[in-house]
């Protein structure tokens, strides 16, 4: 079992930043990777950025390119999300995804992830 508790959601304006955090606990040595996905009501939920945990290599939607970073504390397993230039556009519910063991799939896909936090919204007014 993998726990996944997101923070750092809330209301900004357009062009501000907030930097999502997620802090993993259980069998958290079972991780391969870490993902944030985000849900915008009446669409599908979406990838945004995942991070592996063997080499440290980043994956990016094209939609958030230049603008989120993710990255991780492997001292205190949490993978945080910073998000720069916000549009609204971006408003979502942000969620953290763990795969919990080793998968074939894409990095980018939410079939991968075995794991999931309980979100944490996030709102950019114009």
């Known amino acids: 079992q993998v726990h996944l508790v997101e923070s750092g959601g809330g209301l900004v304006q357009a062009g501000g930043s907030l930097r999502l955090s997620c802090d993993s606990s259980?069998?958290?040595?079972?991780?391969?990777?870490m993902a944030w996905f985000r849900q915008a009501p009446g669409k599908e939920r979406e990838f945004v950025a995942a991070?592996?945990?063997?080499?440290?290599?980043?994956y990016y939607a094209d939609s958030v390119k230049g603008r989120f970073t993710i990255s991780r504390d492997y001292a205190k397993n949490t993978v945080f999300l910073q998000m720069n230039s916000l549009k609204p556009a971006d408003t979502a519910v942000y969620y953290c995804?763990?795969?919990?063991?080793?998968?074939?799939?894409?990095?980018?896909?939410?079939?991968?992830?075995?794991?999931w936090g309980q979100g944490t919204q996030v709102t950019v007014s114009s």
């Open positions: 995804a763990a795969d919990g063991r080793y998968s074939s799939a894409s990095y980018s896909s939410s079939a991968r992830y075995v794991y």
């Open positions: 259980g069998q958290t040595h079972s991780i391969y990777g």
């Open positions: 991070i592996t945990w063997s080499t440290g290599s980043l």
